[in-house]
């Protein structure tokens, strides 16, 4: 299954299930719910941290500790 992490920079994904229960609550806080379509749009030069725009609504930065526990399709 792919992640988060493994999307290359402009690359589009569909939040299908989180990996980790206790962050997926915070992540569904912010908005990052099954369904919603995710764009990676900047990767730090070594690797961390990870810009994604949630719903084209706004952006959100994680870690890739963060990124790998959030799959999509």
């Known amino acids: 299954m792919k992640s988060v992490a493994d999307l290359k920079e402009g690359e589009k994904g569909v939040i299908s299930a989180f990996l980790d229960n206790k962050l997926a609550l915070k992540l569904l806080e912010m908005g990052c719910l099954p369904g919603t379509e995710v ?6 030069p070594l690797g961390c941290p990870y810009c994604i725009s949630v719903s084209e609504d706004y952006q959100l930065s994680l870690r890739k500790s963060e990124a790998v526990t959030i799959l999509i399709d």
């Open 39 to 44: 764009t990676l749009d900047h990767k730090a």
